[in-house]
């Protein structure tokens, strides 16, 4: 083992002990749990390094209507497969925007929805690559960010061989614009806001396939008490319900974000 991989583990490891050792009860308000998520434009990301998106105001909205606040400064930002990790073996923990899906639903509780998302593969418009069967991506390089959806639904079809799995969506980008892959596998949106904040056009791009339709939620680890997470959900439901015009918050939210 590599002195870096080493390293990483320990790491991970102490991240770990102290979020399992920080937390010995079972969290009462929203303000105790361990909040964390990743770089996901637009519903999570930070900008002038302060962390916003869809996904970060809806959930400080509810938690205000739940008279228990949290502040976007409490929210750490980790790389996907670090916060995944610790979310899924750590104690009070949340982590979002995550899909939500079969293989991951024992895992988690979930309180959402967030948004509805498709799980693309992208390809440079240029490469003219047309896929019409599932069959037909055993041709291509496929990146994926590791531990991320796509990687999963992918490797569930048994194409892990195919794969390149990295941590950073800014490195896979730029290997599927100079040629080193031929596809890239992740949420259209975000996928849409990444390209332009590279300084490229999505116009170089195309969908080319459709892996999945889902939609991404707030994950909790499994000891986080249920009347916790059911205010949660009421909050959010209630932001999420139209007003007899036909108007809510959430509108008002995503209109901060998407054209």
Avoid: C
């Amino acid at each position: 083992m590599d002195a870096a991989r080493l390293f990483r583990q320990l790491l991970l490891f102490v991240l770990l002990t102290l979020l399992s050792t920080g937390a010995p009860r079972a969290a009462e308000t929203l303000g105790e749990l361990n909040l964390m998520t990743e770089e996901y434009p637009p519903f999570n990301f930070t900008h002038n390094g302060k962390l916003q998106g869809m996904a970060v105001d809806l959930l400080l909205a509810a938690a205000r209507q739940n008279d228990s606040p949290v502040q976007a400064a409490n929210i750490r930002v980790f790389p996907w497969t670090r916060a995944y990790t610790l979310t899924l073996h750590g104690k009070n923990s949340v982590l979002f925007s995550t899909t939500r899906t079969p293989e991951r639903e024992s895992l988690f509780h979930w309180v959402g929805p967030i948004s509805p998302i498709r799980l693309v593969l992208l390809a440079r418009k240029e490469s003219a690559i047309r896929i019409k069967d599932a069959s037909e991506l055993e041709r291509y390089r496929i990146g994926v960010v590791r531990d991320d959806i796509g990687e999963v639904t992918l490797s569930s079809m048994g194409l892990d061989h195919r794969l390149q799995s990295n941590a950073s969506t800014d490195l896979l980008l730029k290997m599927m614009a100079r040629g080193r892959i031929d596809l890239w596998a992740y949420e259209e949106t975000v996928a849409r806001w990444l390209i332009k904040e590279a300084g490229m056009s999505f116009d170089d791009f195309e969908v080319v396939y459709v892996l999945k339709e889902a939609e991404l939620y707030y994950a909790f680890s499994r000891d986080v008490p249920a009347p916790l997470r059911d205010r949660l959900q009421r909050a959010i439901d209630a932001i999420k319900t139209a007003d007899e015009n036909g108007n809510s918050h959430w509108q008002q939210i995503r209109s901060l974000y998407l054209d």
